[in-house]
């Protein structure tokens, strides 16, 4: 995880982990995209 900046929460680099990273690749449906934007603001997503 080498990758992810160091403002990343641990709470949220687990629970990235627990979907495969799957919102790195935009497989993640709509409504969790927006979801994950709240919780993670300040980020862009490609979708």
């Not at 929460?9 to 979801?35: C, D, H, K, R, Y």
Request: charged letters at 20%.
């Amino acid at each position: 995880m080498s990758a992810l900046e160091p403002e990343v929460s641990p709470e949220l680099v687990e629970a990235l982990q627990q979907v495969g990273l799957q919102v790195a690749i935009g497989a993640l449906p709509g409504e969790t995209a927006v979801w994950l934007a709240r919780v993670w603001p300040g980020r862009r997503y490609r979708f």
